[in-house]
């Protein structure tokens, strides 16, 4: 997929007021401090898009982000607040977490959620109730490891494996998982690729 043009569109506190319009939406969420904003970045090869900060825990708001690709696609790239972040007080993670539950089980456009994992972490439960959430209520979705140039490709693949292996202990078919550096450009054809498909699959039915 080749990507022609990003934009931000809109910040939305609540559901009712996204985008009206029926373009698929791909969203992207993780802890913060994940390299969430970056990642993004990375994808429409567009350095400011998504604001990155110092200060883990910024985005919150539900943010639409434009994208056409060749041939004439349109989408979205949404970029949901992180969550776990222990510095928000108890009410506003509580709202977080509602705008976020709201957004995933009801927006009707949403075709694809890409969970974001750092690699180089241990699995940490905050992730995994996330996933197992997910897997619940039957949202399709993915995992992104991120910052793989931190590691080096042999301990990214060996720590991406073995994180895969944890999750069989209740999971019979495993997610998609895609192994990304923001720094290195590293996974961002498969990640883009893995979106065309969806894209397809969804003009084709």
Same mark, same amino acid.
């Given at each position: ?116 994992? %750092? ?49 069989? %202990? ?18 961002? %054809? ?16």
């Amino acid at each position: 997929m080749e990507i022609k043009k990003s934009e931000f569109k809109i910040s939305s506190a609540k559901i009712s007021q996204c985008p009206k319009d029926n373009l698929m939406e791909f969203a992207f969420i993780g802890r913060s401090n994940v390299g969430k904003s970056s990642l993004i970045n990375m994808l429409c090869n567009h350095k400011n898009l998504a604001k990155t900060s110092a200060t883990p825990g910024k985005t919150l708001l539900i943010n639409h982000f434009l994208i056409e690709s060749k041939p004439d696609n349109q989408w979205y790239i949404i970029d949901l607040p992180g969550y776990g972040f222990a510095k928000r007080s108890k009410k506003v993670q509580d709202d977080i977490e509602k705008m976020i539950s709201t957004y995933i089980l009801q927006r009707e456009q949403l075709a694809n959620v890409f969970l974001l994992i %750092d690699i180089r972490h241990d699995p940490q439960n905050i992730d995994r109730e996330f996933m197992d959430w997910l897997g619940e209520n039957g949202v399709p979705f993915s995992i992104v490891f991120t910052k793989a140039d931190k590691l080096g490709p042999v301990k990214a693949r060996q720590n991406a494996e073995k994180y895969m292996k944890t999750l069989l %202990d209740v999971w019979e078919e495993l997610p998609p998982y895609f192994i990304t550096s923001s720094e290195k450009k590293q996974g961002r %054809d498969e990640v883009l690729d893995y979106i065309e498909q969806i894209l397809n699959s969804s003009s084709n039915t």
